[in-house]
């Protein structure tokens, strides 16, 4: 069995910004003095960057162990998915800029009434992928034709599965 982490280095700069973030709003929300419309405001920016930093520290805390049977995840939102259950599997690329440089992916696992939900900055990412490209195989799931093309950005050759 083989354990992931999302490590501390590729979530410090979301740490960074929810602290930024919740720091401003409270000093906006101290200086509202009262008046509805800056309470409105800086509570809503306070909400939503608590809730952020919030979702950065779970991501932090969770962990993914993958083996031959399948794969699961500690945390809130723990799941656990059995290779041979996977009904659907969905790898798609977010670019950061418009000439597609910079990005990352997400793969996505459904099957039953587990979700399992990686992305490209945890360790071990690519070896997770090749799991799910096998269980996607071996259980005749048809792909998208960009899930297709991301597999192949990883090196996983997936074009001789049907596309949707």
């Known amino acids: 069995m083989s354990t992931f982490?999302?490590?501390?280095?590729?979530?410090?700069?979301?740490?960074?910004?929810?602290?930024?973030?919740?720091?401003?709003?409270?000093?906006?929300l101290a200086m509202a003095g009262g008046h509805p419309?800056?309470?409105?405001?800086?509570?809503?920016?306070?909400?939503?960057?608590?809730?952020?930093?919030?979702?950065?520290?779970?991501?932090?805390?969770?962990?993914?162990?993958?083996?031959?049977?399948?794969?699961?995840?500690?945390?809130?939102?723990?799941?656990n998915l059995r290779w041979k259950d996977v009904e659907e599997v969905r790898l798609s690329y977010f670019s950061t800029r418009r000439d597609q440089?910079?990005?990352?992916?997400?793969?996505?696992?459904?099957?039953?009434?587990?979700?399992v939900c990686v992305e490209s900055t945890l360790e071990g990412f690519d070896e997770i992928a090749q799991q799910a490209a096998r269980a996607a195989r071996q259980n005749g799931i048809v792909l998208t034709p960009a899930t297709i093309s991301n597999f192949s950005e990883l090196g996983i050759d997936m074009s001789e599965d049907q596309a949707r």
């Open 101 to 115: 440089a910079g990005g990352w992916m997400q793969l996505v696992l459904k099957g039953g009434a587990g979700q």
């Open 37 to 79: 419309a800056g309470a409105i405001i800086f509570g809503g920016l306070f909400v939503f960057f608590a809730i952020f930093g919030f979702r950065v520290l779970q991501r932090v805390k969770t962990t993914i162990a993958v083996d031959e049977e399948g794969i699961s995840t500690s945390g809130a939102r723990g799941a």
């Open 5 to 28: 982490r999302y490590p501390i280095s590729v979530v410090r700069g979301d740490l960074t910004r929810a602290a930024l973030g919740l720091v401003i709003a409270g000093i906006g």
